[in-house]
């Protein structure tokens, strides 16, 4: 009788979470309804607003690109 050797089976995760509270807009689709949620857009309006980040910043968060 032969022995049969199973490999343990490797699940790559490809899909990365995309919209967290620290991260709310994507960079993976930039028709995703994130980049037009108006709460979404309030919050990071309010910032520059409060000189907690400029707007050149403001622009990156909301393109889902890192700060």
């Not at 490809?14 to 967290?20: C, K, S, V």
């Amino acid at each position: 009788m032969m022995a049969h050797h199973q490999q343990p089976l490797l699940v790559l995760m490809e899909d990365e979470l995309i919209h967290t509270d620290d991260h709310p807009f994507c960079s993976n689709d930039l028709t995703c309804p994130c980049h037009r949620d108006p709460a979404l857009l309030a919050a990071v309006n309010e910032a520059v607003e409060q000189g907690l980040m400029t707007q050149s910043e403001a622009t990156l968060m909301i393109e889902g690109k890192t700060l």
